[in-house]
């Protein structure tokens, strides 16, 4: 890469490099690393490239884990309460359903498992998450979540990117374009075993952000997660000094040909991919080693039972991951087919995928506080959508269609208050109606807990300003602790 003069009101750099080394972790590195692709993208010079920006406020959070419920869990099944939905079961929504939906559906169907109140703080919990239930204190739920698609599709991208019909970088993305990571040995962004449905790697994928910002996938959905890590790790033939030599050479050719042709970005984040992959065979394979975990933890996460093990084992990772200063963490529940999704058989689906989940989401908590960690970290759970209260097919084997009306997510830790119900919706349980808050409102919230106002969070490509929540969205502060 072509060594660089920089100058400006507040700082000089001669390389990429030299700038790394003085500038801590975040909007620091973020600027570092990004400002050749914007300024190339809009046709400017390294001359009008602006100052580097310090974090916009005080953080109330370090990091993201997201337990992402592929498929749309049922919010009025699992910690929406409706007891008219009990008493009404079989009767008429007594009044209009959406004018855009994805199924037909009948009446009212009451859920099959019975609601308790819990904690200190009185929050209502199904019999689905016996374990979680004892964590309600907690939690801060969400009741009046919603969105604007019906289809898994666009509604997994509006989850993932803010946007339902163009590719778009992901949450994670900006996150870690945004703060960077603690570890610069290990990547900002993490995915553990993606759904491959609906979306796919743009999901996690950095579109227009420069490439260093993508999400590291490990594995996928379709595999079980003790096969989830990255392959190829250590370089078999290849010690480490002669990599390094490889590295060095491959920097002065891009030197020569930068001194040639001038700045690149793609270029540029090509090189800081492959830093990366080299600085990542030390560390990563630690993080991935479960071996050095104590057996009283593995029992905690379920990983003696066939049931929990395979989720309890992303759990465990997602804490080492935190702990190691990732900033971006993503579990997903799935597998080859959309998990949370029951169509029919609610009962046995919902079940079956409360049983796996249920104690390792449990123990993440525990074990995040234990470890004095849950207080800067922000556990964001939650599907892509939730159910309707009407029932889709009939009989014991009654499903659930789609539902971005209204659903609830809960998020816990990291500034939020805990025991504490937010928003409301109408008393079947189908449309947001109290305080409702949109995935963009929900992104904005997420963004500024973790120190970053939304609407200065932007990169700019094709000419214009893009940011995660486009032109919309809310911070909701009342739920701050």
Same mark, same amino acid.
């Given at each position: 890469m072509a060594s660089m003069e920089f100058q400006s009101a507040d700082f000089q750099f001669t390389s990429r490099r030299s700038l790394l080394k003085r500038v801590a972790a975040g909007f620091g590195s973020l600027a570092a690393a990004s400002v050749l692709a914007q300024f190339s993208d809009a046709g400017q010079s390294l001359a009008n490239a602006p100052t580097l920006s310090l974090p916009h406020h005080a953080a109330r959070a370090k990091r993201i884990i997201f337990l992402f419920m592929s498929g749309g869990?049922?919010?009025?099944? $699992?910690?929406?309460?409706?007891p008219l939905l009990t008493r009404d079961d079989g009767? +008429?929504?007594?009044?209009?359903? +959406? /004018?855009?939906?994805?199924?037909?559906?009948?009446?009212?169907?009451?859920? +099959?498992?019975r609601f308790r109140q819990h904690g200190e703080s009185g929050l209502w919990v199904s019999e689905l998450f016996p374990k979680l239930a004892a964590h309600v204190d907690d939690l801060c739920m969400l009741h009046s979540i919603h969105g604007t698609n019906p289809a898994h599709g666009g509604a997994v991208m509006k989850l993932h990117t803010g946007? *339902? @019909?163009?590719?778009?970088?992901?949450? !994670?993305?900006?996150?870690?374009?945004?703060?960077?990571? /603690? @570890?610069?040995n290990l990547p900002a962004f993490v995915t553990i075993c993606p759904t491959l449905a609906f979306g796919g790697i743009n999901n996690w994928s950095s579109a227009f952000l420069p490439a260093t910002y993508q999400g590291t996938a490990l594995g996928n959905a379709s595999v079980p997660s003790n096969q989830a890590h990255v392959k190829f790790i250590r370089n078999p033939r290849l010690s480490r000094e002669l990599q390094q030599m490889q590295l060095a050479r491959l920097e002065k050719l891009n030197r020569d040909h930068m001194a040639r042709s001038g700045a690149e970005a793609s270029l540029e984040a090509r090189l800081q991919s492959f830093e990366l992959a080299f600085r990542m065979q030390s560390e990563l394979p630690k993080i991935e080693d479960l071996s050095t975990e104590s057996e009283a933890t593995h029992r905690l996460y379920g %990983?003696?039972?066939? #049931?929990?093990? @395979?989720?309890?084992? %992303?759990? %465990?990772?997602?804490?080492?991951?935190? /702990?190691?200063?990732?900033?971006?963490?993503? #579990?997903?529940?799935?597998?080859?087919?959309?998990?949370?999704?029951?169509?029919?058989?609610?009962? @046995?689906?919902?079940?079956?995928n409360a049983r796996e989940v249920d104690q390792p989401i449990a123990a993440l908590l525990h074990d995040l506080k234990t470890r004095g960690l849950l207080e800067d970290t922000l556990i964001w759970w939650g599907g892509e959508f939730g159910r309707t209260p009407t029932a889709e097919s009939v009989g014991p084997?009654?499903?659930? *269609?789609?539902?971005?009306? !209204?659903? $609830?997510?809960?998020?816990?830790?990291?500034?939020?208050?805990?025991?504490?119900?937010?928003?409301? $919706? *109408?008393?079947?349980?189908?449309?947001?109606?109290?305080?409702? #808050?949109?995935?963009?409102?929900?992104?904005?919230? =997420?963004?500024? =807990? =973790?120190?970053?106002?939304? /609407?200065?969070?932007?990169f700019r490509h094709a000419g214009r300003d893009f940011r995660l929540t486009d032109v919309e969205g809310h911070v909701v502060r009342d739920i701050y602790a």
């Open positions: 869990p049922s919010q009025v099944d $699992t910690f929406d309460h409706k009767k +008429p929504l007594p009044f209009a359903k +959406p /004018e855009v939906q994805f199924n037909a559906t009948s009446n009212l169907l009451k859920s +099959p498992w946007s *339902d @019909n163009f590719i778009r970088p992901s949450m !994670g993305s900006w996150v870690s374009y945004g703060l960077g990571t /603690e @570890n610069s %990983m003696d039972n066939p #049931v929990t093990a @395979n989720f309890g084992r %992303m759990c %465990m990772m997602a804490r080492r991951f935190a /702990e190691a200063g990732v900033r971006f963490i993503q #579990v997903t529940h799935s597998d080859d087919k959309v998990q949370w999704d029951q169509h029919s058989d609610l009962k @046995n689906g919902h079940e079956k084997g009654a499903g659930r *269609d789609h539902n971005q009306e !209204g659903f $609830t997510m809960w998020l816990a830790g990291g500034g939020v208050k805990g025991g504490f119900r937010y928003g409301a $919706t *109408d008393d079947y349980g189908y449309y947001a109606a109290e305080n409702k #808050v949109h995935i963009h409102d929900l992104h904005a919230t =997420l963004l500024d =807990l =973790l120190g970053m106002d939304h /609407e200065r969070l932007t």
